[in-house]
């Protein structure tokens, strides 16, 4: 069995809340706060969701596209090193249709920045199925781009 090649990656993605680190880090540990931005699309139905944030705690989001090429996203995580209102650092895993897509670190820092907070998250990834960085890393980073961006009404 011939395996696929790894193709590697890397991006940043910066926000800036108007809420101070405290709320902006809350809104990734709580479940229900995450619940509103960390999810799929209109296409997209939840199956299972799970989140524990503390060092060694693990997150699960697992859901389902229709339309004419349905598919399943299993996202699957653990967190190495959590600072509370400051740092998460977590290791996931992607999995499309049952196979194994992806990996990769994340840090996600959370700077005071006046009375908010700019939001700073590194991912650098490894895709396992073939897929070129030339062809992941822009999805991906256009997928938790439009996570963040829904972001700002939790702070209104």
Do not use: C
């Not at 108007?18 to 619940?35: H, N, Q, Y």
């Not at 999810?39 to 989140?51: A, D, H, K, Q």
């Not at 989001?61 to 090429?69: D, E, K, N, Y």
């Not at 196979?99 to 670190?105: G, I, K, M, P, R």
């Amino acid at each position: 069995m011939q395996e696929d090649p790894i193709y590697h990656g890397a991006f940043v993605i910066e926000r800036r809340y108007p809420a101070p680190p405290e709320r902006v880090f809350e809104a990734w540990t709580d479940i229900e706060l995450k619940a509103k931005w960390f999810t799929g699309p209109e296409s997209w139905t939840l199956i299972n969701r799970e989140l524990d944030v503390r060092e060694g705690g693990v997150e699960l989001l697992h859901g389902r596209f229709g339309g004419a090429t349905p598919r399943e996203t299993l996202f699957t995580a653990r967190y190495h090193h959590v600072v509370p209102g400051a740092r998460l650092v977590y290791i996931y895993d992607m999995h499309l249709n049952g196979n194994h897509h992806s990996a990769s670190l994340a840090t996600v820092e959370f700077l005071r920045d006046g009375d908010g907070t700019v939001q700073r998250f590194h991912e650098q990834v490894a895709f396992l199925d073939g897929t070129t960085a030339a062809q992941g890393v822009p999805s991906r980073e256009f997928g938790t781009a439009a996570h963040f961006d829904r972001m700002p009404s939790l702070f209104q």
